[in-house]
Structure formats: C-alpha cells, structure tokens
C-alpha cells in the first residue's frame, strides 16, 4: 500500500522569508501524481501545486515551488517570499489514476511570523 | 462557476442514529470522491463515484455508503454512528479523475455524542 509521510508536524516562518515542507512516500508504481494542498481555517482543501511522476522538471506556480526527487521518494514544497496568507495546513498526496484516490500525510502546520 | 457545495456544514447526532451529508460538485464536473478528516487518523479516502457509479472504495465498514444521481450531485450515509465516527466529511469533485485537479468543499462537520 502506499504510504505519505511528513516529518514536521508544525514549522514557522518569519514573513517574507522562504520555509520548505518535507514529505515522503512509498510505492511500486512508477506513474502517479504528487500534489500539496493547503487546509486554512476554513477547512477547504485548496490544490497548491501538482506533480506528474513522469516528468522530470520540478511543478512551480508563483511563489511555490518542489524539488521531486523520484529516486529517493521525496517531494518537498518550497515557499518563497511567505506571507501571512500562507499560514495554513499543508499536506502531501499521492493519487495514481488508476486508483482514482488520494493517499494523503499527516500535514505540517505552517505559522508565519509577521 | 461555484465551487464545491457541502451541506449542511454542521451536525450533531447521537450514537445509533443515520446522517446523510450532501455534496454539490462543481457544474460540469462528473466525478465525486469523499474524505474523512480526524485529528487520529488523517485524511482517509471514503469513495469515489463518476457518472453515478462508485469507482473506487476504501476501507471503511458497510454503514458507509454513498450513490451519486444523474445530475452529478452526491450523497453519502453513516447508518448506525458511533462515537468515532465524529469527523470533518470533504468531498472533492473533478472532471473525469485523478488527471484532472481536484476541487474540495468545505466540509461537513459531524458530531456524535
């Protein structure tokens, strides 16, 4: 079965300053997708950014950007310039399209810091 | 386009009884998949239907269930609630799948006491 984990259940960050996310996960297969969704206190789930396992170059929009490194399982989401708008929780998902499901880590809490 | 609909965003029940939750996908958006979010165990996959059938299911007992109607809406039902069963519900709607991005609502915030 597969598996996401992220390692930092809460990290904080001084405004305007870049804070990077962790997770890993385990599989077999070799086509899935990546993702990051933010969970404000609103608690609707808000797609941040989106990684196809077959293509090399690393997903960025914006201010947010991963580094997906296939071979080691890892797939970390880098915030740049933070801002007290990305104070949330981030989770990590696993979907392939064949499962038609999202497998989803534990979440890191991310605080900014004005 | 409206986003995600879930209703209503908040419940309370008692042990024993049933709860149907409602999810309005996205206008054109044929699939709707559904989550159970606690703080002990996370984000955990419910099931997922495209065009009124169920695709996919988790591992989760027989008193939850789920159709979805011609029009693309959803509704899911915890017969019998137990205690652990008190959890933020999300649905996610998409197009066709896991190539397309998911959309989430809101939630439904259940209470069993």
């Known amino acids: 079965a597969q598996t996401v984990t992220q390692s930092q259940p809460e990290m904080s960050v001084q405004e305007a300053e870049t804070v990077t996310l962790s997770c890993t996960y385990d599989?077999?297969?070799?086509?899935?997708?990546l993702f990051w969704y933010k969970q404000p206190p609103s608690r609707q789930m808000i797609l941040v950014i989106r990684?196809?396992?077959?293509?090399?170059q690393n997903a960025t929009e914006n201010r947010f950007s991963v580094n997906f490194q296939k071979a080691a399982k890892s797939f970390s989401l880098k915030i740049s310039d933070s801002q007290l708008g990305d104070a949330a929780m981030y989770f990590c998902?696993?979907?392939?399209?064949?499962?038609?499901?999202?497998?989803f880590g534990q979440g890191t809490r991310l605080t900014i810091n004005p | 386009k409206a986003g995600v609909t879930q209703t209503p965003r908040y419940l309370i029940k008692t042990r024993g009884q049933q709860v149907t939750l409602s999810c309005s996908p996205i206008?054109?958006?044929?699939?709707v998949s559904w989550y159970q979010q606690t703080p002990g165990q996370g984000l955990q996959f419910l099931f997922e239907?495209?065009?009124?059938?169920?695709?996919n299911k988790g591992n989760f007992p027989g008193r939850f269930s789920g159709r979805q109607f011609s029009n693309s809406r959803s509704e899911m039902n915890v017969s019998t609630l137990e205690l652990g069963d008190s959890a933020l519900y999300l649905c996610?709607?998409?197009?066709?799948?896991?190539?397309?991005?998911?959309?989430f609502g809101s939630g439904t915030q259940l209470s069993v006491l």
């Open positions: 996610a709607s998409s197009f066709s799948g896991m190539d397309e991005k998911l959309f």
């Open positions: 599989t077999s297969e070799s086509d899935y997708y």
């Open positions: 990684q196809e396992a077959y293509k090399q």
């Open positions: 998902a696993y979907g392939t399209q064949g499962a038609q499901k999202l497998v």
């Open positions: 206008s054109g958006h044929r699939s």
């Open positions: 239907y495209f065009s009124e059938t169920q695709r």
